[in-house]
Nanobody, 127 residues
Framework: QVQLVESGGGLVQAGGSLRLSCAGSGRTFSNYVMAWLRQGPGKERETVASINWSGGTTDYADSVKGRFTISRDNAKNTAYLQMNSLKPEDTAVYYC????????????????????WGQGTQVTVSS
């Protein structure tokens, strides 16, 4: 299995930027499709970005498309989420998650299809 640890959350004003990191350990990081999910206050958990094993393809929820960028560095066993033009509605706990799918695509998967999760990091966007 793989262990995941997020970092980089915090408080930011609307229009600002944050970069989240997700450090993986345990198994071959490149065997896993990586994703970022979030859960806002009173909302269901949603998948917002996903990236395939090589970093060659990505997918985004409509709510973040054009503002968020997911990337990965397999040599560092780390995935990233660059968040720009943040809005108050982006306020949530952000989780990175992984699913072992050899050659798997970057298509967004529902939360219950990810096997490994980090502990989450809080992102708060003030208006």
């Amino acid at each position: 299995q793989v262990q995941l640890v997020e970092s980089g959350g915090g408080l930011v004003q609307a229009g600002g930027s944050l970069r989240l990191s997700c450090a993986g350990s345990g198994r071959t990081f490149s065997n896993y499709v990586m994703a970022w999910l979030r859960q806002g206050p009173g909302k269901e958990r949603e998948t917002v970005a996903s990236i395939n094993w090589s970093g060659g393809t990505t997918d985004y929820a409509d709510s973040v498309k054009g503002r968020f960028t997911i990337s990965r560095d397999n040599a560092k066993n780390t995935a990233y989420l660059q968040m720009n033009s943040l809005k108050p509605e982006d306020t949530a706990v952000y989780y990175c998650a992984a699913v072992r799918v050899l050659g798997g695509t970057s298509r967004l998967r529902p939360p219950n299809q990810y096997d490994y999760w980090g502990q989450g990091t809080q992102v708060t966007v003030s208006s």
